[in-house]
């Protein structure tokens, strides 16, 4: 399996003839999904190529389903309030996807020394405002900095910033096969929120197994028509 997008658009295809519901982390947390189904959670972390979710909404749209997409107000590499970014992201709202915030507390906290419960409260406030949405969820970006943007949930509670989860929440955590692409060129995976050592396993041969709880996590940046930088 290669990082196409056509493989991309495999992966859900052969989800759904197995059944699966494709669903966000929001109707998995508000326990919106049937329970007589296998359920593919679906969440997108938005790095650096923001540009590429105008592919990932065609597919979805093609495709009739859905995902949560988790999108940076502090990437050095795409500005979100772009006009034509607003509009992909509403884009993307108006097929049913829930947006959420892919966090930077602690590295913008401690970098610019920001109070970072303030600073949450007003980037979700923008985001409701922007995307007249309400946001519900957040992901913790990781960086290559020597803070862990997790921690500030150590201290802090999702309900208190009128929040229903962060994505790592361990109700999810512990009890899903997690598969992600964010190794760029190869897969990991975590079984009940145990990494399984060494394997590089594609979504396409996790879902073999049936897993009834397949958390994939997929960054657009990986995934591309013919070449990683076209
Ligand atoms: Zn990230």
Same mark, same amino acid.
């Given at each position: 399996?290669?990082?196409?997008?056509?493989?991309?658009?495999?992966?859900?295809?052969?989800?759904?003839?197995? $059944?699966?519901?494709?669903?966000?982390? +929001? !109707?998995?947390?508000?326990? *919106?999904?049937?329970?007589?189904? @296998? &359920?593919?959670?679906?969440?997108?972390?938005?790095?650096?190529?923001?540009?590429?979710?105008?592919?990932?909404?065609?597919?979805?749209?093609?495709?009739?389903?859905?995902?949560?997409?988790?999108?940076?107000?502090?990437?050095?590499?795409?500005?979100?309030?772009?006009?034509?970014?607003?509009?992909?992201?509403?884009?993307?709202?108006?097929?049913?996807?829930?947006?959420?915030?892919?966090?930077?507390?602690?590295?913008?906290?401690?970098?610019?020394?920001? $109070?970072?419960?303030?600073?949450?409260? +007003? !980037?979700?406030?923008?985001? *409701?405002?922007?995307?007249?949405? @309400? &946001?519900?969820?957040?992901?913790?970006?990781?960086?290559?900095?020597?803070?862990?943007?997790?921690?500030?949930?150590?201290?802090?509670?999702?309900?208190?910033?009128?929040?229903?989860?962060?994505?790592?929440?361990?109700?999810?955590?512990?009890?899903?096969?997690?598969?992600?692409?964010?190794?760029?060129?190869?897969?990991?995976?975590?079984?009940?929120?145990?990494?399984?050592?060494?394997?590089?396993?594609?979504?396409?041969?996790?879902?073999?197994?049936?897993?009834?709880?397949?958390?994939?996590?997929?960054?657009?940046?990986?995934?591309?028509?013919?070449?990683?930088?076209?």
């Amino acid at each position: 399996m290669n990082f196409t997008f056509n493989s991309y658009k495999k992966i859900f295809q052969i989800a759904l003839e197995q $059944d699966y519901s494709v669903i966000t982390l +929001k !109707e998995f947390f508000s326990n *919106e999904f049937d329970k007589n189904k @296998k &359920i593919l959670i679906n969440r997108i972390d938005v790095d650096f190529k923001i540009d590429r979710l105008n592919h990932i909404y065609e597919i979805f749209k093609d495709l009739n389903i859905t995902a949560s997409i988790y999108v940076r107000l502090h990437s050095p590499n795409y500005n979100l309030l772009t006009i034509g970014n607003i509009r992909i992201i509403q884009k993307l709202i108006d097929i049913g996807c829930e947006i959420g915030l892919h966090t930077e507390l602690e590295d913008v906290g401690n970098y610019c020394n920001i $109070d970072k419960q303030e600073l949450l409260k +007003k !980037e979700i406030q923008l985001f *409701e405002t922007i995307f007249q949405t @309400k &946001i519900f969820g957040t992901a913790s970006h990781g960086d290559m900095t020597p803070h862990n943007n997790l921690d500030f949930w150590e201290n802090n509670e999702p309900k208190d910033f009128g929040l229903m989860y962060e994505a790592y929440d361990k109700r999810l955590w512990n009890h899903c096969r997690y598969v992600s692409d964010s190794e760029w060129v190869q897969w990991k995976a975590y079984e009940n929120g145990i990494r399984l050592d060494d394997d590089r396993r594609t979504p396409l041969e996790h879902l073999q197994e049936t897993p009834p709880i397949f958390h994939l996590l997929t960054h657009p940046e990986s995934w591309y028509n013919e070449y990683i930088h076209e």
